[in-house]
């Protein structure tokens, strides 16, 4: 029984000192409230019109910069759009510079065979000088004739008129070129026309 009793005396004890420890903790937890309060409450309502004042600012400086990038995206294809256009009008401007001699020779070259006593000789060699300027005005720009004369016909670049029977040459043979041919850039822009060998029929 005595150790009983000091149980039941002891048990109020331990709860007091429970119910203290809870009541220290109580303060502990409501200060710690306040002060996150208080750390929310520091942000002002200045502060925040500065903060939103500044995300402004910020839009604003983004916005400018896409309306800028817009404009040199518009400005450069107007450009591109600009040089395309000059290249299709004035793609042949050197070529025309390098003709407009030839066409001046053949006018003098004319204007002289016109006259009287007109030496023809002369004239001739005029007429070979305006060829060799003219030839030398295409070769520039990438321009080759085709004349196959004595090679084998070949059809991506020849284009036969008729066939001729001979022993001469092989059959297939390109006799001879009614027209030449020519080349750009090794790209065909007109087949020689052409008189193709074939076999001689027995009689």
Same mark, same amino acid.
């Given at each position: 029984?005595?150790?009983?009793?000091?149980?039941?005396?002891?048990?109020? /004890?331990? @709860?007091?000192?429970? @119910?203290? #420890? *809870?009541?220290?903790?109580?303060?502990?937890?409501?200060?710690?409230?306040?002060? $996150?309060? *208080?750390?929310?409450?520091? +942000?002002?309502? !200045?502060?925040?019109?500065?903060? /939103?004042?500044?995300?402004?600012?910020? $839009?604003?400086?983004?916005? &400018?910069?896409?309306?800028?990038?817009? *404009?040199?995206?518009?400005?450069?294809?107007k450009r591109s759009r600009r040089d395309v256009e000059n290249a299709h009008k004035? =793609?042949?401007?050197?070529?025309?510079?390098?003709?407009?001699?030839?066409?001046?020779?053949?006018?003098?070259?004319?204007? $002289? *065979?016109?006259?009287? =006593? +007109?030496?023809?000789?002369?004239?001739?060699?005029?007429?070979?000088?305006?060829?060799?300027?003219? #030839?030398?005005?295409?070769?520039?720009?990438?321009?080759?004739?085709?004349?196959?004369?004595g090679e084998k016909f070949d059809p991506e670049r020849h284009q036969a008129m008729?066939? #001729?029977?001979? !022993?001469?040459?092989?059959?297939?043979?390109?006799?001879?070129?009614? &027209?030449?041919?020519?080349?750009?850039?090794?790209?065909? +822009?007109?087949? @020689?026309? +052409?008189?193709?060998?074939?076999?001689?029929?027995?009689?």
């Open positions: 029984m005595g150790n009983e009793e000091r149980v039941s005396m002891e048990d109020p /004890l331990t @709860a007091d000192g429970g @119910a203290g #420890q *809870a009541a220290e903790k109580a303060p502990v937890d409501a200060e710690a409230g306040r002060s $996150a309060e *208080a750390k929310e409450s520091d +942000v002002s309502p !200045d502060k925040l019109a500065l903060l /939103l004042e500044d995300a402004r600012a910020k $839009a604003d400086e983004h916005w &400018q910069g896409l309306l800028r990038a817009k *404009a040199e995206i518009d400005n450069l294809r004035f =793609g042949l401007e050197r070529f025309v510079a390098e003709v407009l001699p030839v066409l001046d020779s053949m006018e003098l070259g004319l204007s $002289a *065979a016109s006259e009287e =006593g +007109v030496d023809g000789e002369k004239v001739r060699e005029g007429l070979e000088l305006t060829l060799r300027m003219l #030839q030398a005005a295409v070769d520039k720009f990438g321009v080759t004739e085709v004349n196959p004369e008729t066939m #001729q029977e001979t !022993d001469a040459v092989d059959p297939g043979t390109v006799v001879s070129v009614i &027209q030449k041919g020519y080349l750009l850039n090794e790209r065909l +822009v007109r087949p @020689a026309l +052409v008189i193709v060998a074939k076999e001689t029929t027995a009689s």
